[in-house]
């Protein structure tokens, strides 16, 4: 099992920069392909990126590329998401997610994930 937990969130100014983490008991974090969801108030999640067990692939949502990095160490049993230039519309709450099968695909699909943390909000204001 995983069992994330996120921090590193926080306000911040527009085109400022925050960087995100999540930590994760278990052995099996090294097995699983993560990903990083946000929810804005009254909106759906929305995927934001994913990477691979191994961290040889990442995924992002096409409004994140360029500005956002993903990245773990397995080592430590963590993720991070590297965030810049920020924008007001980046302002949500962001989860950590673990999928469900070991050595699965990247997926942007959060149904596909089964293990999701707690949230820690990014307000970015204008």
């Known amino acids: 099992q995983v069992q994330p937990v996120e921090s590193g969130g926080g306000l911040v100014q527009a085109g400022g920069s925050l960087r995100l983490s999540c930590t994760a008991s278990?052995?099996?974090?090294?097995?699983?392909?993560m990903g990083w969801f946000r929810q804005a108030p009254g909106k759906d999640r929305e995927f934001v990126a994913a990477?691979?067990?191994?961290?040889?692939?990442?995924d992002y949502a096409e409004s994140m590329k360029g500005r956002f990095t993903i990245s773990r160490d397995n080592a430590k049993n963590a993720l991070y998401l590297q965030m810049n230039s920020l924008k007001p519309e980046d302002t949500a709450v962001y989860y950590c997610?673990?999928?469900?099968?070991?050595?699965?695909?990247?997926?942007?699909?959060?149904?596909?994930?089964?293990?999701w943390g707690q949230g820690t909000q990014v307000t970015v204001s204008s």
């Open positions: 997610a673990g999928q469900r099968y070991s050595f699965s695909y990247l997926s942007s699909r959060p149904n596909e994930y089964a293990y």
């Open positions: 278990g052995s099996a974090f090294r097995t699983k392909t």
């Open positions: 990477i691979s067990w191994d961290g040889s692939s990442t």
